[in-house]
């Protein structure tokens, strides 16, 4: 075996370290679109009916493909704003290829749920890309089939990474579980529609606030393997 496929993935704490950092310096940028996307998105949750379809369609479907393009998007914000060598710009993504990539992530999104029930969703942001998948295509300018076949061969180097990206997601999906049974609780006292309004846009700014950490975790674990 090369030295490279006997290569190990950063450290847990370096790796949330280095994120952080990533995530602080482009919080400007990359929040707001990531906030305002998500509200939008929860909003329809008022107004559908409870049927297994339009819940699919507005908890995972559109939230998928949405966040997906915006995590490409955010990736080449995140390397920019750190000045990393040969960082692609907006204008050279490959759209179509980031398309089918998130048709990729909703299957998974979808398998998750079926698995994991309720926590399927909650480790969706860990999900959108999918990470490395999107790596290949937006930062090496690879086709879908060949961007695939290049994140095997990563991940195959250190299958912890994902399990990682899953690991915090999993987490902030909890953080924001709880932070919403807070709001929950303040807002005892309003008229049902206009709490379940307050509920429905803090949950979206709630997750447009975390998933762009998630994405700056997901940039440094593909960057580490493919050093």
């Given at each position: 075996?090369?030295?490279?496929?006997?290569?190990?993935?950063?450290?847990?704490?370096?790796?949330?370290?280095?994120?952080?950092?990533?995530?602080?310096?482009?919080?400007?940028?990359?929040?707001?679109?990531?906030?305002?996307?998500?509200?939008?998105?929860?909003?329809?949750?008022?107004?559908?009916?409870?049927?297994?379809?339009?819940?699919?369609?507005?908890?995972?479907?559109?939230p998928v493909v949405v966040g997906s393009l915006l995590t490409a998007?955010?990736?080449?914000?995140?390397?920019?704003?750190?000045?990393?060598?040969?960082?692609?710009?907006?204008?050279?993504?490959?759209?179509?290829?980031?398309?089918?990539?998130?048709?990729?992530?909703?299957?998974?999104?979808?398998?998750?749920?079926?698995?994991?029930?309720?926590?399927?969703?909650?480790?969706?942001?860990?999900?959108?890309?999918?990470?490395?998948?999107?790596?290949?295509?937006?930062?090496?300018?690879?086709?879908?089939?060949d961007a695939g076949k290049r994140a095997f061969s990563l991940i195959?180097?250190?299958?912890?990474?994902?399990?990682?990206?899953?690991?915090?997601?999993?987490?902030?999906?909890?953080?924001?579980?709880?932070?919403?049974?807070?709001?929950?609780?303040?807002?005892?006292?309003?008229?049902?529609?206009?709490?379940?309004?307050?509920?429905?846009?803090?949950?979206?700014?709630?997750?447009?606030?975390?998933?762009?950490?998630?994405?700056?975790?997901?940039?440094?674990?593909?960057?580490?393997?493919?050093?």
């Amino acid at each position: 075996m090369t030295e490279r496929g006997r290569r190990r993935a950063l450290p847990f704490s370096e790796l949330i370290r280095t994120a952080r950092r990533d995530y602080t310096a482009g919080a400007g940028r990359i929040l707001p679109p990531f906030v305002v996307a998500f509200v939008l998105l929860r909003l329809p949750l008022l107004g559908i009916d409870d049927s297994a379809l339009a819940n699919i369609v507005t908890q995972i479907v559109v939230p998928v493909v949405v966040g997906s393009l915006l995590t490409a998007a955010a990736t080449i914000v995140l390397r920019s704003r750190r000045g990393a060598a040969g960082s692609p710009g907006l204008r050279d993504l490959n759209w179509l290829n980031l398309l089918g990539a998130s048709a990729i992530a909703v299957a998974l999104a979808l398998l998750a749920t079926i698995i994991m029930g309720p926590i399927g969703l909650l480790v969706q942001p860990a999900l959108l890309g999918p990470p490395f998948l999107m790596h290949a295509i937006v930062l090496e300018g690879r086709a879908l089939d060949d961007a695939g076949k290049r994140a095997f061969s990563l991940i195959r180097r250190d299958a912890r990474l994902p399990l990682y990206l899953l690991l915090i997601a999993l987490t902030l999906g909890l953080v924001v579980t709880v932070l919403l049974g807070v709001v929950a609780v303040l807002t005892n006292s309003f008229e049902e529609t206009t709490q379940d309004i307050v509920l429905v846009a803090a949950q979206g700014a709630l997750v447009g606030f975390l998933v762009p950490f998630v994405a700056a975790v997901g940039l440094r674990s593909y960057e580490d393997l493919a050093a």
